[in-house]
């Protein structure tokens, strides 16, 4: 194997950990905008990586270029979309957890 | 490798029959949805682990992203005007329709039985239909062979479908004009500026992205249902950024473009037939410019339909209905596509 497909190696798998990251902070924080943090700050980074690493083997410059728009045109959209959760959830009254937090007291869980 | 590719097939197989069953089981209507976007991205994984590019295409976008805009949309109308009901009567109603529920469920087993043993009967390794496409292909004026079948071999299924969309917005157009109390639940609020920022910096790409679509569909996945689908979805985002006003089209413009390609369709039928051909018999030289003709069309057609099938219902109260709207110049969203 070739430095560069070490590195690609590298780069994806740390990109499948910030997605696991991202994941875990949805599955296990206790409000909307906490969540959104994790999903989108984790997974876009995580996607980053992970196409940095696809990009490493692609055949071509304009494979290269595509992969590169596929992670551009994916953070302006999850970077809308979070905001229009995270302004619409405010609107709509729902308050942020502050404080300590316990897991008993997750109004997330019912 | 190999280990890995099937490891890989089992989980997304997995996947896909615990995303079915929990997306049927489940009660809340918004959950179900958002469960029937993930199977459909699903879906279109498993699409292109089979090698279907194209399908695997028109999946994602219709199945994942316009179906679920769609049906989105349709339970923020039903959840809107929900009655209260007794939870006597809906007991009562349960029992009742409890053995309706078991015979229903008895065909589906049946059915799916019916499907497993025709897969089972399939010959091993068969290449089905795809070598007699091969032998025809000198003469289908394109060289991708799914346009070929779409679009020349099979024309007739691809000219009923376009029609049975015409129909659906014609239907859509009609209770919308039935209905004119609801209003439009649209988003006004403050806070639009990022949501326009992006609109801004996205439509150009997805113009660009149909357009290539369409010009790929000749001798690689992609093709008029993609592109049409890619049109829908730049009209959905500038509906929803409140950059497309639906009340504000004029009307002759939305049945132009809405019949375009059924329209072009039954023109280029007719005109083969009445040189003697059958129905849909293109001329050899001309298959090419006939096929991209229709594509064009198509897509066109397909993409407004679905902006009509979107934002048709409900309507503004205080808009004007589609007959006195008046036609403007800013609002040619639709047409200059």
């Not at chain 1, 991202?22 to 296990?28: E, K, N």
């Not at chain 1, 959104?36 to 410059?61: C, F, P, Y």
């Not at chain 2, 795809?130 to 691809?158: E, H, K, P």
């Not at chain 2, 500038?238 to 950059?243: I, V």
Request: charge should be neutral.
């Amino acid at each position: 194997m070739t430095i560069a497909t070490w590195l690609s190696v590298a780069l994806v798998l740390a990109g499948a950990f910030f997605f696991f990251a991202g994941t875990m902070g949805m599955l296990r924080f206790p409000d909307v905008y906490t969540r959104l943090h994790a999903v989108t700050k984790a997974d876009n980074l995580g996607l980053g990586l992970i196409v940095a690493g696809l990009m490493l083997q692609a055949e071509s410059w304009p494979a290269m270029l595509k992969l590169a728009l596929i992670w551009l045109l994916a953070l302006l959209a999850s970077a809308t979309a979070c905001y229009l959760v995270g302004n619409s959830s405010l609107r709509s009254g729902l308050p942020p957890v502050q404080g300590r937090y316990s897991v008993r007291r997750n109004p997330c869980r019912q | 490798m190999s280990t890995i590719a099937w490891l890989f097939d089992g989980l997304l197989v997995a996947a896909l029959l615990y995303l079915a069953w929990s997306l049927l089981s489940e009660q809340d209507l918004f959950k179900a949805v958002v469960l029937f976007i993930a199977f459909g991205l699903l879906m279109a994984l498993s699409w292109t682990r089979l090698q279907a590019p194209d399908i695997a295409l028109a999946e994602a976008v219709i199945s994942a992203g316009l179906s679920g805009v769609l049906l989105l949309d349709a339970v923020g109308y039903v959840q809107g005007e929900k009655r209260p009901a007794s939870t006597q009567s809906e007991a009562v109603k349960a029992r009742r329709i409890e053995p309706v529920r078991t015979g229903l469920n008895l065909l589906a087993l049946l059915f799916c039985a019916a499907l497993i043993w025709a897969v089972l009967d399939l010959p091993p390794l068969d290449s089905g239909l795809s070598s007699i496409v091969q032998a025809q292909m000198g003469s289908a004026g394109v060289t991708s062979q799914i346009t070929a079948v779409l679009l020349n071999f099979r024309g007739y299924d691809t000219l009923l479908e376009v029609a049975v969309l015409v129909l659906a917005a014609i239907g859509c157009l009609t209770l919308r004009e039935a209905d004119q109390s609801a209003a439009a639940a649209h988003l006004r609020e403050p806070g639009m500026q990022v949501l326009d920022g992006m609109i801004q910096l996205v439509i150009p790409v997805m113009l660009l992205v149909s357009g290539y679509l369409l010009w790929a569909g000749e001798h690689a996945p992609g093709g008029a249902f993609q592109t049409g689908a890619m049109l829908g979805a730049a009209g959905f985002l500038l509906l929803l950024g409140n950059r497309m006003h639906f009340q504000q089209i004029p009307g002759w413009l939305l049945r132009i473009s809405a019949s375009l390609g059924l329209s072009i369709f039954l023109l280029v039928a007719g005109g083969i037939a009445i040189s003697g051909r059958s129905l849909l018999e293109y001329p050899v030289s001309n298959a090419g410019k006939l096929i991209v003709l229709l594509e064009t069309a198509i897509s066109i057609s397909i993409g407004s339909i679905l902006i009509i099938l979107f934002a048709a219902n409900p309507p503004s109260a205080s808009s004007p209905t589609i007959d006195q709207a008046t036609p403007s110049e800013d609002t040619t969203e639709i047409g200059s596509k």
